[in-house]
């Protein structure tokens, strides 16, 4: 009985004192332990330039000279620069078309194979993009793109017409961004979704079949609503990860393809900060891409509440 006591201690709380066992402290402490790292390397690597970037989007600075605080001037600066307009443009572009042609074909795809006893291979070939270097998904792809390279050669073939220019024609440059956005992001929604779909309750689905409902029917009026939560959690990823488009554009096109077609908000504030050594306004520009993706992610969250379809009813 002495030993319990020893080894407790007591802590004040709200209610009074409460006692505190020797191995709890001894767990806290290693918890403390293993988030250090993390809480370390989140503070030097995000909290810090996010605080730096708010800094500069308020003052001139080319890294060498002295900084001089100009207040808003680079943000009016950036909201009248053309090639903001375009990038935002651009950006919104490839957000409206991958997000919900990338979720569509993910949501048929999972359906697809969820159906088949021995799925593990599909699964692997989908997925080996998501864990494949970006660059050398965008450099594979670059080849294919050509005007000479194997897509355009077949469609050349197959159509009887000139090879398009997938990446020279400002029509086209963009499109060839978000299909190469799409093809690699693909794996991981049809994995989510297939977790989805095993994951509603088999009583539901009989249910549903007792009633006489069809193929069809369940999954439009079962399945989808009750995978809406997870469609609605994919979405707004998908579209943050859209604002962020830059490395496919960067491998993929020089120089934001043909008349700044494929040029993105990311690709323009390195464009400003390392290419012109502006960080000012590239901050600036930054900050705007921030108010940008909390706007838009506040009107997802907003719009749920008319397709998202909870379990329990809540929303």
């Known amino acids: 009985m002495t030993t319990v006591r020893s080894s407790l201690t007591e802590r004040p709380t709200s209610g009074g004192l409460r006692k505190e066992s020797a191995?709890?402290?001894?767990?806290?402490?290693?918890?403390?332990?293993?988030?250090?790292?993390q809480v370390v390397g989140m503070a030097i690597f995000v909290l810090l330039p996010f605080i730096g970037s708010l800094v500069l989007a308020f003052a001139s600075w080319d890294?060498?000279?002295?900084?001089?605080w100009v207040g808003f001037?680079?943000?009016?600066?950036?909201?009248?620069?053309?090639?903001?307009?375009?990038?935002?443009?651009?950006?919104?572009?490839?957000?409206?078309i991958t997000v919900p042609i990338g979720l569509g074909?993910?949501?048929?795809?999972?359906?697809?194979?969820?159906?088949?006893?021995?799925?593990?291979?599909?699964?692997?070939?989908?997925?080996?993009?998501?864990?494949?270097?970006?660059?050398?998904?965008?450099?594979?792809?670059?080849?294919?793109?050509?005007?000479?390279?194997v897509l355009s050669s077949t469609i050349a073939k197959t159509f009887g017409i000139a090879p398009p220019d997938w990446l020279g024609d400002p029509r086209l440059a963009l499109i060839s961004v978000?299909?190469?956005?799409?093809?690699?992001?693909?794996?991981?929604?049809?994995?989510?979704?297939?977790?989805?779909?095993?994951?509603i309750s088999p009583s539901v689905i009989e249910a549903a079949k007792i009633d006489g409902?069809?193929?069809f029917t369940l999954f439009w009026s079962i399945r989808l609503p009750l995978l809406s939560p997870i469609i609605f959690f994919s979405s707004v990823i998908a579209f943050i990860s859209s604002l962020q488009t830059f490395d496919v554009v960067f491998v993929l096109t020089s120089n934001a393809g043909?008349?700044?077609?494929?040029?993105?908000?990311?690709?323009?504030?390195?464009d400003?900060?390392?290419?012109?050594?502006?960080?000012?306004?590239?901050?600036?520009?930054?900050?705007?891409?921030?108010?940008l993706t909390l706007v838009i992610t506040a009107i997802q969250f907003g719009a749920q509440k008319k397709f998202v379809h909870y379990e329990d009813g809540a929303a």
């Open 63 to 68: 890294g060498l000279t002295e900084l001089t």
């Open 272 to 291: 400003l900060g390392f290419g012109r050594f502006e960080f000012g306004p590239s901050s600036a520009a930054a900050v705007i891409l921030l108010a």
């Open 73 to 96: 001037d680079n943000f009016v600066a950036q909201l009248q620069d053309p090639l903001l307009l375009r990038s935002i443009v651009n950006t919104l572009l490839i957000a409206l």
């Open 258 to 270: 043909p008349d700044n077609a494929t040029r993105t908000i990311v690709y323009h504030i390195y």
């Open 178 to 199: 978000c299909i190469v956005s799409i093809w690699a992001s693909m794996g991981l929604n049809v994995i989510i979704f297939l977790a989805g779909l095993q994951n």
């Open 23 to 37: 191995w709890r402290r001894r767990d806290r402490r290693w918890g403390y332990l293993f988030i250090g790292p």
């Open 105 to 149: 074909f993910a949501v048929i795809i999972a359906v697809a194979l969820e159906k088949l006893k021995t799925r593990t291979l599909y699964l692997v070939l989908f997925f080996a993009p998501v864990v494949t270097s970006t660059v050398a998904v965008a450099m594979i792809w670059q080849q294919m793109l050509r005007a000479d390279g």
């Open 213 to 215: 409902a069809g193929a």
